[in-house]
C-alpha cells in the first residue's frame, strides 16, 4: 500500500496533474479561464501525432510478432466485452434507462487517449518503456465498444436504431483521433529510427508542455459538467465511475499474463481498459442514440473518471503491474 501511496503522491504532483487541478478549480470557480476550441483542437492533434509516432518508431526497431497480434485481438474482445459488464453493473445498481445505461457503457468500453498518453509518460518517468506496438492496440479499442452498446440498446427500444451499423462503423473508422493515431503509427514505423531523430525535437522536447496545456482544457470542461450536470450525478452513478475502472483493470490482468507483457506493457493495457472515452464515443452516441442523455455519460467520463485515473488509477495499475509480473 505504501508503494502506491508513493506512486500517487508523485503523479498527483506532476505538472501535468496540477495542470488538470488548476482547470478544475477554475471551472468550479466559474472562472473565464478558457482554452481557444481551435487551439485545443490543435493541441489534441499533437498528441495523438507524437505517441502515435513514438510508437511506430519502437515496432520498427522491435518488429511485429504474434505477440502484438494477439495483443491487438484481445484488446478488441476487451472492448467488446466490458460495454457488457458495465452495462449489467449500471442496470443493477442505479435508477438509468436501458438507453442511458448502454450510452454510458460504451464509454467504458472504449479508450481515452489522453489516459493512455499520461500512462506513457509516468512509466517513462520510472524509466519504465512499454511495448511499442499499444499505441495500434489502443487505437484498436475505439470502435468495438460503439458497436456493442448499440447491439444492446437496440435489444431495448425500437427507437434506438439510428443510423446503420455499416454508417456508424465508417463514421468511427474516419474518427479525426482513430485516422491519426494509424497514420502516425505507419509513418513512424516505414520512418523508423532514422525519422524519429529527424523530427525528435518537434515531438519529443515540446510533448510535456503540449500535455500540460493540454490537461488544463480538460480540467476546465470536466469542471463545467461537474456543475452542470449535479442533479444527475447519484450516488449510484458516481460510484460506477469509480469502481468500474478498477474491475476493468482487473479483468485485464489476467490476459497480460497470458499474453506475456512486460510490466511495463501490462500497466499501460490496464490503464486502456480501465479508461472512459470522452471524444470518439460521446460524438457517436449523439449520431446513434440521440436520446440518451449526454450529460451524464460525458461528466462520468470526463469529470469523474478521467481523474480518478489521472491521479489514483495509474499509480495503482502499475503497482500492481509491477507486484505481479517479473521481467
Known sequence: MSDVLSL???????PMVLFFVLGLLAALAKSDLVVPEAIAKGLALYLMMAIGFK??????ASGIDGRMIATILAGISLSLLIPCLAFLLLRLTSTLSAIDAAATAAHYGSISIVTFIAGTQALQSMGLTPEGYLVAVAASMEAPAILSALLIARRYSSDAKGEPLSNMLREVAANASVVLLIGAFIVGWVSGARGYEMIK?????????VLCLFLLDMGIIAGRGMREGRRFLTAPVIAFALYMPLISAALTLPVCWLLGLSAAGSALLM?????????????????ALPEANATIYVTLSLGVTFPFNLMLGIPI???IAQSTIHP
Open 8 to 14: 500517487a503522491g508523485q503523479n498527483l504532483l506532476s
Open 201 to 209: 525535437p518537434f515531438i519529443g522536447d515540446l510533448f510535456l508542455g
Open 271 to 287: 490503464t486502456l481498459a480501465a479508461s472512459a472515452s470522452y471524444i470518439a464515443v460521446p460524438a457517436a452516441m449523439r449520431l
Open 317 to 319: 495499475y502499475i503497482w
Open 55 to 60: 510508437g511506430g518508431a519502437q515496432v520498427a
